[in-house]
């Protein structure tokens, strides 16, 4: 039953945040109260076995629309594979002055500058402990808006450590464009430290909770061939258990002369579909198999999920496709990996 066709045109009246916590609010309400059963996907599982990890079917949600995890059944209800929430900072921060999320339909797009606003790491926590899911969820991390660069691995230290026992993979945010200097960390010498120290508060984390959570690294669909093959050996020459590409792009030639596009922020959606496929194609012909690729970015159709696992990645993930398609977008996603 696709009733979104009919609730779409009404949420886009609203501003694009509070039509976003609306949104969230519903799903938390219609969860509660046993309705979206009637909404998710009715299909049989596909088992996919990723990161020594097995993901009853291959399309995730994205970080950045559940932040706090505060609506994972929610999610979980509408025929999600996995479940990644996030991204969160060691400290509760406010995020970017509002308006800050901007909705650019005839490109089917989105820009947002949020800068991570999230309820902090303990919050997070909370709200996974009381959750019912026992899928398989990601948490996804980064450092608080204050914190500079050279002491960044303090923050990712401290949110992996609270997180490692509660999920099933952690995702380091070191590309988003909406935390001053972040993307900086992907830089050969920066990257190659974070992942040093990471790597071995993994093998820490390990023993001292008797099981191996799998660590992967975000990327952004802004860098170079060379770049993103210098990303490659890091991930490689570290022992990284998986990538995801990619976040948000900071281009607009794809949605140049729209309102809103040269509003501050990254553009997700249809916009980001071609540079986020073209960074999986080379992290796949540099990475030969020897870590799995999670691809996200502008999938709005089943054939667009086809189009990211023909590049080489192994999973897909959904976030602003949702906001234009709505939850059967999850379900002809699904139909199409099948």
Same mark, same amino acid.
């Given at each position: ?23 969230? $609010? ?35 949600? @994205? ?5 706090? @995890?505060?609506? /994972? ?5 509408? *025929? ?78 401290? +949110? ?49 909770? *008797? ?8 990327? !952004? ?32 030639? !794809? ?24 960074? /999986?194609?080379?992290? !796949? ?8 690729? /999670? *691809? ?13 696992? @023909?590049?080489? !990645?192994?999973?897909? $993930? ?14 002809? +996603?699904?139909? @199409?990996?099948?």
């Amino acid at each position: 039953m696709n009733i979104y066709p009919l609730l779409k045109p009404l949420l886009f009246q609203l501003e694009a945040e509070h039509a976003h916590d609306v949104t969230l $609010q519903s799903l938390k309400r219609a969860e509660q109260w046993g309705l979206l059963q009637l909404l998710g996907s009715r299909l049989p599982d596909q088992p996919t076995q990723v990161m020594g990890l097995t993901f009853p079917n291959p399309v995730g949600l @994205a970080a950045g629309l559940d932040k706090n @995890a505060a609506v /994972i059944d929610g999610m979980a209800a509408l *025929g999600f594979g996995f479940i990644e929430v996030g991204t969160v900072t060691p400290r509760a921060q406010p995020g970017n002055p509002k308006p800050r999320l901007f909705r650019v339909p005839e490109a089917e797009g989105i820009i947002n500058r949020f800068g991570f606003n999230n309820l902090g790491l303990d919050q997070l926590i909370q709200n996974v402990k009381a959750a019912k899911f026992k899928g398989i969820l990601g948490i996804n991390i980064g450092k608080n808006f204050d914190t500079p660069n050279e002491r960044a691995a303090e923050d990712y230290l401290i +949110c992996m450590r609270k997180a490692y026992s509660h999920a099933s993979y952690i995702t380091v945010n070191i590309s988003s464009p909406n935390t001053k200097n972040l993307r900086a960390l992907q830089e050969k010498d920066a990257l190659g430290q974070l992942l040093a120290t990471l790597k071995a508060e993994q093998k820490i984390l390990s023993q001292v909770h *008797g099981k191996y959570v799998p660590v992967a690294l975000k990327i !952004a669909p802004d860098l170079t061939t060379e770049q993103v093959q210098e990303i490659a050996e890091l991930l490689m020459q570290h022992g990284m258990d998986g990538v995801i590409a990619t976040n948000t792009t900071l281009a607009r030639d !794809a949605v140049a002369g729209l309102p809103h596009a040269e509003e501050a922020g990254g553009l997700s959606g249809a916009p980001v579909k071609a540079g986020s496929t073209r960074v /999986i194609q080379t992290l !796949a012909a540099s990475l030969q198999g020897s870590l799995p690729i /999670i *691809g996200v970015g502008g999938i709005l159709n089943g054939e667009d999920a086809k189009e990211k696992m @023909a590049a080489g !990645a192994s999973l897909v $993930q959904l976030y602003s496709g949702l906001i234009y398609k709505g939850p059967q977008l999850i379900t002809d +996603c699904r139909k @199409a990996l099948m």
